[in-house]
């Protein structure tokens, strides 16, 4: 989802991480029955009282961050264990506290300083333990105030995915809900989804695999600046309901509006809105008081009750890098999608969270779910695996270094990345946030860096050799697209602009992906299909027919990308922009050189040329307005807030009436070939020039027309 400039693509590329990233994303019909707020939904949540200061931990500054103490009640220390430089802990050897804060802190110090955030916060937990906790840098720009991680609350995004799925597993374990039914089973009938022509219904386990075959929409619609635009779940569903492109169970597509649909379906079978049943039934039972999905918008009717004020005041702010300096962005208000990503919570809640989550579903006699479901969240829902990083009942499998896994899930609004992983095998969990969109890679490697320094060592891929990729460009050479966009409308052309990979097979046996997740070496891998970057335990599965690979699978399970013609890419399209507007400049050219007194044309001639010269200017217009809104939409807010954007609808409504007028132009053709007498008529170099004209403008009408570029209306 995006542009065509590199900062914008930059900004999308944080949200492709879940909500897209959101968008992801980060990309519509719900019910007309509204919810009505019980009693308890009417006023912010018991169980949130502002913290008192009497209470609140003691704090010193140091540096650039602030650090608390413990605030939760946590067991005995971990004893540290000795290790000597380079030796790896075994499995069942406990991470030493002070080596782990050592390590960690150099690595989240140099990331906030050549990635350019303000603020981030991090929390590992073992066995039971909080082994480390610690904020660094800022929350809040005036008056400063540093990030506090049992008091600062980090915006989660796409985490809150697993609350949902946490809710819908246990409506599975209720027996209100079977996993093979289809959701219109448990939806209200003004949000059913209609099959749309497509053979296989989608099922509830579809909506937690992201099979579901929806497109994937965000623009102007997935974040909200203005709180007044903060719409009702079911409205939201109703309104925004996005195409089905390809049947259920195809292969995965990240969705919010999937992720969404499930937290529908809790609310139609308890009756409780989405906010009060994860209180009552999730962070409530677990005394997660500082993690919450409402947001603070002003009490509305409809809507269920804002965050908790005294929460509200500890929401870290989210920041942007202008090149000098850190600017506040407003907040991002998720609460129309909320299942999807309206979450926000401490440190020190999300430490909590994750240590239920290694316990099985239970937490200091509090249980949350069962044995059966806590297999589920580490069992893939699709086999084989289409990505690297399979969907276990919609938590995300991690591969992890030393061929650990984890599962958890990674989130990102537009300011905020943050990423939430367990590991069961080591009783492990790390969750890392920033509160600036440039983290990504941060929160990304932050647990992979922790195994890999404690417990892999250096990743060795074994690799079947490089040379048998040695002069394999014909099978994986070519320009790919993601199926995580949007299907039609000026949302189309955007994101096919911006959901393009490059793949080319280097001298040396590489397979070398450039995407916008930037570019990456791959190896051929022991397994079929499959290849391996080197001396990283990432890995990248491609589809074949014949000799000839015609998709691949983003390793974190997220989209596919499939191979496209050269006329369907961005090379084709700026190919034919720039044709038309050298031809429409040299139109404009022989206005001037072709006047001369004993110049002729046919009245058909002359209409031509009006109707063509008009098709270029408007061209040249359409052309030069969407240059102008890509150049000016270099803060990603913009592109999501500020859509449709009036510089891009003018372009579209500019290039539909050059596409009219190109049509005219084309019918009367062959009366300008026919013509009258030659020194009535246009020369023929001048009917070839007009008719490749022609064909330019029409070619170039065509490829905008397939990408969605001639609806004005739908943006």
């Given at each position: 989802m995006t542009v065509v400039t590199r900062p914008i693509l930059a900004g999308f590329l944080a949200l492709a991480a879940a909500m897209g990233p959101i968008h992801a994303s980060a990309q519509p019909y719900g019910s007309n029955r509204a919810i009505v707020p019980l009693a308890s939904d009417l006023a912010p949540p018991a169980a949130e009282p502002a913290p008192s200061p009497s209470k609140a931990p003691p704090k010193r500054y140091s540096g650039n961050y602030w650090r608390a103490k413990p605030a939760l009640p946590v067991a005995a220390p971990i004893q540290p264990v000795a290790i000597r430089p380079g030796a790896l802990l075994t499995p069942d050897q406990a991470l030493p506290p002070l080596a782990l804060q050592s390590f960690v802190d150099g690595y989240i110090r140099r990331s906030l300083e050549t990635d350019h955030i303000a603020g981030a916060v991090v929390i590992v937990v073992q066995n039971g333990q909080v082994v480390m906790k610690k904020g660094y840098g800022l929350s809040q720009a005036s008056p400063a105030r540093g990030v506090d991680p049992d008091q600062t609350l980090f915006r989660l995004a796409s985490i809150?995915?697993?609350?949902?799925?946490?809710?819908?597993?246990?409506?599975?374990?209720?027996?209100k809900v079977r996993l093979d039914a289809p959701i219109n089973t448990y939806l209200p009938e003004a949000l059913q989804i209609p099959d749309n022509g497509f053979a296989r219904p989608i099922r509830v386990r579809d909506l937690m695999a992201h099979t579901t075959g929806f497109e994937d929409r965000a623009l102007g619609q997935l974040f909200e600046q203005d709180p007044s635009r903060v719409r009702a779940l079911a409205t939201y569903l109703r309104q925004e309901r996005p195409k089905r492109v390809r049947d259920a169970g195809t292969f995965p597509t990240y969705s919010n509006y999937g992720a969404a649909l499930a937290g529908e379906i809790v609310v139609h079978v308890t009756g409780q809105t989405f906010e009060q049943y994860v209180e009552r039934q999730i962070t409530g039972k677990l005394g997660l008081n500082h993690l919450t999905l409402r947001e603070p918008y002003p009490q509305t009717d409809?809507?269920?009750?804002?965050?908790?004020?005294?929460?509200?005041r500890q929401?870290?702010?989210?920041?942007?890098?202008?090149?000098?300096?850190?600017?506040?962005?407003?907040?991002?208000?998720?609460?129309?999608?909320?299942?999807?990503?309206?979450?926000?919570?401490?440190a020190a809640d999300m430490g909590?969270?994750?240590?239920?989550?290694?316990?099985?579903?239970?937490?200091?006699?509090?249980?949350?779910?069962?044995?059966?479901?806590a297999k589920a969240f580490q069992t893939p829902l699709i086999r084989p695996a289409y990505g690297q990083n399979s969907w276990n009942h919609g938590f995300i499998d991690y591969a992890l270094p030393g061929g650990f896994h984890g599962q958890g899930h990674a989130g990102a609004t537009l300011m905020f990345m943050s990423n939430m992983v367990t590991v069961p095998q080591l009783g492990l969990g790390v969750f890392v946030a920033t509160n600036t969109g440039t983290g990504e890679d941060l929160v990304m490697a932050l647990p992979g860096q922790i195994i890999g320094q404690f417990?892999?060592?250096?990743?060795?891929?074994?690799l079947s050799g490089s040379d048998q990729l040695v002069g394999k460009g014909h099978v994986y050479d070519g320009t790919y697209r993601s199926t995580r966009r949007a299907y039609s409308g000026l949302e189309k052309l955007v994101e096919t602009i911006t959901g393009e990979s490059k793949v080319t097979v280097s001298p040396d046996g590489q397979v070398i992906i450039q995407s916008r997740n930037g570019q990456k070496a791959y190896w051929l891998s022991q397994k079929p299909d499959w290849l391996s970057r080197l001396n990283d335990p990432e890995q990248v599965r491609f589809d074949r027919v014949g000799d000839r690979a015609v998709r691949f699978y983003d390793p974190r399970g997220t989209d596919a990308s499939e191979r496209i013609s050269f006329w369907q890419s961005n090379a084709g399209l700026a190919l034919m922009a720039g044709l038309t507007v050298l031809a429409a400049l040299f139109l404009f050219i022989g206005q001037f050189t072709s006047r001369r007194p004993d110049y002729r044309q046919t009245r058909s001639q002359r209409q031509a040329h009006w109707l063509q010269a008009s098709a270029g200017g408007l061209w040249i217009a359409a052309i030069c307005l969407f240059g102008a809104w890509a150049v000016s939409a270099s803060d990603v807010t913009r592109i999501f807030f500020d859509w449709p954007n009036l510089k891009v609808t003018l372009a579209s409504s500019c290039a539909l009436l050059a596409a009219l007028f190109t049509l005219a132009t084309l019918g009367l053709s062959p009366a300008v070939w026919s013509g009258g007498r030659r020194q009535d008529s246009w020369s023929t170099g001048r009917k070839l020039r007009f008719t490749a004209t022609v064909l330019i403008f029409a070619t170039f009408a065509i490829l905008l027309a397939l990408r969605g570029g001639l609806e004005p209306w739908s943006a």
């Open positions: 809150s995915k697993t609350l949902t799925w946490i809710a819908l597993m246990q409506q599975v374990e209720a027996g409809g809507l269920p009750a804002p965050m908790n004020p005294a929460l509200a929401v870290s702010q989210g920041f942007v890098w202008t090149g000098g300096r850190f600017e506040t962005r407003p907040f991002e208000y998720v609460s129309q999608v909320g299942p999807a990503g309206s979450g926000s919570a401490t909590r969270y994750m240590q239920m989550i290694l316990n099985g579903g239970s937490l200091d006699g509090a249980a949350i779910y069962g044995p059966a479901t417990y892999a060592g250096p990743v060795r891929t074994q």
